[in-house]
């Protein structure tokens, strides 16, 4: 079935263009995910998209359709916290690898999934290796205490090239976000989802609350799921889509920086190093990202 239908109710226009019910886009997605759609058809819905801009229920059915194409993880072992990492960093160093360290160090199992989205960034997955993680090449079962690295192609090979249409197209498209909400565990997962820009955190809250998600939601450092390491941002935590704010922003001059190492990816590896081995402080706004996703996982355990 071709998605042309769909096509011309998203593609009139920021002002004209219709949105798609939970099921429709659900539809559109499989269809995209599945490769059944030409080029041209795949190109018209990216940008289309783009122009409009993706509704919650739209994502919510976005992210039915890329739940059952899923090469899931199994996570029945303990709770789970789900790390994507698609950004990368630029200006800062990207301290997704420490978080991920820190909350293995909390007994959590750690699934971080992405691939590198822009060019003449330093990736977590960089880092990671640095630090003798290396990317999986086939699917397995999570370990409390230890984290994973699972590549985007792994999870879904259809996600992957969607992913790869900014490299044809030039701009960011569905996929980028769908990635940072979605749960690749074949069991309830506390996902740390980012966003950039604040009007994200509206329409990221409303998804996940309509697929019922157990989740921290932040500002990320540079859209990483990481709090930024000088100033606390605001975090909301949902437990089966039920939010409550958890942290408010840092208001106010800092009182002083924290000693970061410079974003290459072996300095920020020694540096991590230091901070696991307690001979640097970890930087207070990532203790507190770590003590509320161990307060949910502790949710996960616990009957509503």
Same mark, same amino acid.
């Given at each position: 079935?071709?998605?042309?239908?769909?096509?011309?109710?998203?593609?009139?226009?920021?002002?004209?263009?219709? #949105?798609?019910?939970?099921?429709?886009?659900?539809?559109?997605?499989?269809?995209?995910?599945?490769?059944?759609?030409?080029?041209?058809?795949?190109?018209?819905?990216?940008?289309?998209?783009?122009?409009?801009?993706?509704?919650?229920?739209?994502?919510?059915?976005?992210?039915?359709?890329?739940?059952?194409?899923?090469?899931?993880?199994?996570?029945?072992?303990?709770?789970?916290?789900?790390?994507?990492?698609?950004?990368?960093?630029?200006?800062?160093?990207?301290?997704?690898?420490?978080?991920?360290?820190?909350?293995?160090?909390?007994?959590?199992?750690?699934?971080?999934?992405?691939?590198?989205?822009?060019?003449?960034?330093?990736?977590?997955?960089?880092?990671?290796?640095?630090?003798?993680?290396?990317?999986?090449?086939a699917i397995g079962n999570t370990v409390p205490g230890s984290v994973q690295w699972v590549p985007t192609a792994l999870l879904c090979p259809g996600l992957q090239r969607l992913l790869d249409v900014r490299q044809v197209v030039g701009l960011r498209n569905s996929a980028h976000s769908l990635v940072k909400l979605l749960n690749p565990?074949?069991?309830?997962?506390?996902?740390?989802?980012?966003?950039?820009?604040?009007?994200?955190?509206? #329409?990221?809250?409303?998804?996940?609350?309509?697929?019922?998600?157990?989740?921290?939601?932040?500002?990320?450092?540079?859209?990483?799921?990481?709090?930024?390491?000088?100033?606390?941002?605001?975090?909301?935590?949902?437990?089966?889509?039920?939010?409550?704010?958890?942290?408010?922003?840092?208001?106010?001059?800092?009182?002083?920086?924290?000693?970061?190492?410079?974003?290459?990816?072996?300095?920020?590896?020694?540096?991590?190093?230091?901070?696991?081995?307690?001979?640097?402080?970890?930087?207070?706004?990532?203790?507190?990202?770590?003590?509320?996703?161990?307060?949910?996982?502790?949710?996960?355990?616990?009957?509503?």
């Open positions: 079935m071709s998605i042309k239908n769909y096509i011309k109710d998203i593609g009139r226009g920021r002002d004209g263009a219709r #949105s798609l019910n939970r099921a429709q886009a659900a539809d559109l997605m499989g269809q995209v995910l599945d490769g059944a759609v030409t080029d041209l058809e795949l190109g018209a819905f990216v940008i289309a998209m783009r122009i409009k801009g993706e509704t919650p229920v739209e994502m919510a059915g976005f992210l039915d359709a890329l739940d059952t194409r899923l090469h899931k993880i199994p996570n029945a072992a303990g709770p789970t916290v789900v790390l994507p990492s698609y950004n990368g960093a630029r200006k800062l160093p990207v301290l997704t690898p420490l978080l991920a360290l820190l909350l293995a160090r909390e007994g959590l199992a750690v699934v971080v999934h992405g691939c590198s989205t822009e060019a003449g960034r330093v990736s977590a997955q960089s880092v990671l290796e640095a630090l003798g993680i290396a990317a999986q090449t565990c074949t069991h309830p997962a506390v996902v740390v989802g980012s966003y950039t820009h604040p009007e994200y955190a509206v #329409s990221m809250a409303a998804t996940l609350e309509l697929t019922q998600a157990n989740a921290l939601l932040l500002r990320g450092t540079e859209g990483e799921p990481v709090a930024d390491a000088r100033r606390t941002p605001a975090m909301t935590a949902l437990h089966q889509g039920h939010a409550r704010q958890v942290e408010d922003v840092q208001a106010g001059a800092l009182a002083a920086l924290p000693s970061l190492p410079a974003p290459d990816a072996p300095t920020t590896a020694l540096w991590i190093q230091a901070v696991l081995a307690g001979q640097q402080p970890v930087p207070e706004p990532i203790t507190r990202q770590v003590r509320h996703i161990v307060q949910l996982c502790h949710t996960l355990r616990t009957p509503s």
